[in-house]
């Protein structure tokens, strides 16, 4: 008499109705993907704080410059710059415009107001964080762009987990240096800096009043 087995064996509905089983190579390679996204969207959001400081730093430098009304060539080349940087408020774009309004307040020297050399002053700290942050953009795209030429040596220099019988899918955005200061960082230390730089001028000028009220 043949034996009855008391399980059945698993039918094509049983198996198409079951959850798939996530293989742990796949599980490596979605992981840095979410990764990415996470940053990418904390990229922009402290982005969006700097392109805001370079625009209310060109609208207040407009109004300056409107009572030039424009009538020289270097204070249309600065008018030039300071649109330029509210619409396109780019690392070093907006370095060109600081560097067109720190020279134009550097050229009647030693005959300036004090507002000037505050302008200079203010505007050379916000100069240093653009040029902080152009300088480590330019050097991750010339990483991005040596790793592009050379996909053989880097795949071998970040194989890591690979499975059998499939090559390694390498992000170039991974062989870029992440960057030490986000553009969030870069807009807070510029705006502590002036916020003492502001302070230690007006209560400089309130000093120089107060010793000269009986002069």
Known sequence: MPAISTGCAPTDRHRSSSPARLR????LAIRPRVGEDVAAAASRES???LHSYVRL???QQALILMFTRLTRLTDQIQAFMVGLAFLCP???VSCAALATRIAANCAPFPFVWESHLWCVQTDVVAFLGFAYLGAHRLRNATAVDNAATAPAATSTRMKVGSAPGREPVVAAQ????VEPLSPRDIAAWIGDVIRWQLALFYSSAAFWK?????L
């Open 24 to 27: 742990p190579e796949d599980a």
């Open 210 to 214: 107060v010793c000269t009220l009986n």
């Open 174 to 177: 991974s062989i870029a240096e």
């Open 57 to 59: 730093w060109a609208a």
């Open 47 to 49: 982005a969006a704080v």
């Open 90 to 92: 780019a690392p070093l």
